[in-house]
């Protein structure tokens, strides 16, 4: 079965560290994958995409990994502050179809 | 721009009663979609349209309706409400996925959060 899977365990790191999150997938062939903020009692936020011909993309303090081989995508937060805190969804486009299929997200928690 | 507008922000329904979500978006977006996301279940599909006259059925459609008479709106119904229904709604909005010319991002609303008791 298709399955996206995000680490359902809150990522508690102190500011000023990087926060990485994982993103795994099974039984797709994403065209292309998406990461998405979410904060409390607000709808989710686009951050960034990445192909699936590409390594790796960045923005700002934000960086995206894509490893078709391991089936994963790592996203990055450099120096991360406060106003980082929320939950971070990832998103796939299976090749040949038009919707996107979301993970279940994962917190993250910085600490001054 | 207004974005993706979704209404009621709240809304309390008995079991078996029907009532229709609102969603608006002021981008000429073709794609539109709504979603349900439940505690620890992430996103679900609930129907989505290409554009105005064709809708499509998501990974959760049963309960739902869904029109696009035009571009701008795609209203949802819940005919018979169940207490299985009680979620929070997010409806979004995108430009053709395809291309590279564009992220295919999607544009969410605020979100509607209907309980059913």
């Known amino acids: 079965s298709q399955k996206i899977e995000q680490n359902s365990e809150a990522l508690n790191i102190q500011e000023g560290k990087t926060a990485t999150l994982t993103c795994n997938y099974t039984?797709?062939?994403?065209?292309?994958l998406q990461w998405y903020r979410q904060d409390p009692g607000r709808g989710p936020v686009f951050l960034l995409l990445i192909r699936e011909n590409e390594k790796e993309k960045r923005k700002e303090r934000l960086k995206v990994t894509f490893d078709t081989t391991l089936k994963q995508s790592l996203f990055h937060i450099t120096a991360s502050q406060p106003a980082d805190s929320a939950t971070y969804l990832c998103a796939l486009r299976n090749s040949g179809y038009s919707t996107l299929t979301f993970g279940k997200g994962t917190m993250l928690l910085v600490s001054p | 721009n207004a974005g993706v507008t979704q209404t009621p922000k709240f809304r309390i329904l008995k079991i078996g009663q029907s009532m229709t979500l609102q969603c608006t978006q002021d981008?000429?977006?073709?794609?539109m979609y709504w979603y349900r996301q439940d505690p620890g279940m992430g996103l679900k599909l609930i129907y989505y349209s290409v554009g105005a006259g064709i809708t499509d059925k998501g990974e959760v459609p049963n309960g739902y309706n869904v029109s696009r008479s035009t571009t701008e709106d795609f209203p949802l119904r819940l005919e018979l409400a169940a207490p299985s229904q009680t979620s929070v709604y997010f409806c979004a909005s995108s430009l053709l996925p395809h291309g590279t010319a564009n992220t295919g991002e999607l544009f969410f609303g605020e979100g509607s959060r209907l309980t059913v008791l």
């Open positions: 981008m000429n977006h073709n794609y």
């Open positions: 039984n797709y062939s994403p065209a292309y």
